[in-house]
């Protein structure tokens, strides 16, 4: 600087030196515009930060509600069918659930079939299916009637209702079934039924060899969950046995027996309490639960026992018995235990760990 003073005249000098101040005084304005400008960008990618954490918010709050609604939903979705085998005690059964129908706000629909046929013809098949996935003003709904196990995905439906039962000792389903027809009982006494005055009794029946106790009349539970297949109304056939097995398995949440009623009544208010709170209390304790019982019913002999087990038509259906029962049985294993001759349901027996991504 100080040769450019020696060498440049004054006049020059004055003009570099102020043409160096323009341009120091030019750069920082433009460094001062840029800082605010970064302040600016700053500012907004902090305003646009937040906003998409409000929005975040509010989306996780509308899942949240969504997903509370939709559990609902699916809890009122909920379609029950009990397709109850004749003298299983399916009248006590029904009476529970229509005991806590009001209390527990669910609907109790009984399919009345003419003349109590098990069989739906295929135009009754489809209504069916159809009103029972799609009468929404009847959900949740519990449906009873005596007919036989219905495949709703054969018809195209995606959501299958849950299936229930109940079924008996053969022998003793049938004896049963002989004195109602007889002498009714005491549910509706003054009702009269089919074979009202007939004064046999069911040994004198077996002996005889009559038709009302003919080993045939014990073809009723493995068909009632075989379906509406023709095999499964062929009596003895092995088919249609395996078809019940079958459909026992994967068709129906739970299958009890009458001679343990009170254990299947518990294990429903455990599984599906929105429909059964309350049901083994109700159960112990209510008026209807052992309202309903045959008149007159006398129990067969050890003779009349053995000359029907001789039959192939008993050996199945207790086969399908003896397997109904140890599936109810280890099913009960698993859920209850005993303690000073009563039942405990099972508490909570797993739970979720190593849950990622960490949030």
Known sequence: MGLLRVMMPPK?????????AVAMFFLENQIQKLEESRGKLERAIARHEVREIEQRHTQDSLRER?????????????????NRVPKTASTSFTNIAYDLCGKNHYHVL?????????????????????????WREMKPAFYHGHVSFLDFTKFGVKKKPIYINVIRDPIERLVSYY????????????????KQGDKKTFDECVSAGGSDCAPEKLWLQIPFFCGHYSECWNVGSQWALEQAKYNLVN??????VTEELEDFVMMLEAALPRFF??????????????????????????ESIAKLQQSTIWKMENDFYEFALEQFQFV???????????LYLLAQNFFYEKIYPKN
């Open 12 to 20: 020059l000098q004055l003009l570099a030196l102020l043409a160096f």
């Open 66 to 82: 969504d997903s509370a609604a939709a559990l609902s939903d699916n809890e009122d979705d909920v379609v029950i069918i009990y």
């Open 110 to 134: 009984h399919i009345n079939t003419t003349k109590n046929n098990p069989v739906m013809s295929l135009q009754d098949q489809v209504r069916f299916v159809k009103n029972v996935t799609e």
């Open 179 to 194: 004195y109602f027809l007889r002498f009714g009982d005491d549910y509706r006494p003054g009702l009269r039924r089919r």
């Open 251 to 256: 068709e129906y949440m739970l299958v009890g």
């Open 277 to 302: 709170k309350g049901a083994t209390e109700l159960y112990k304790t209510g008026k209807k639960s052992h309202l309903r019982k045959t008149s007159e019913k006398k129990p067969p002999t050890k």
């Open 332 to 342: 009960r294993a698993h859920a209850v235990r005993e303690k000073d001759g009563e």
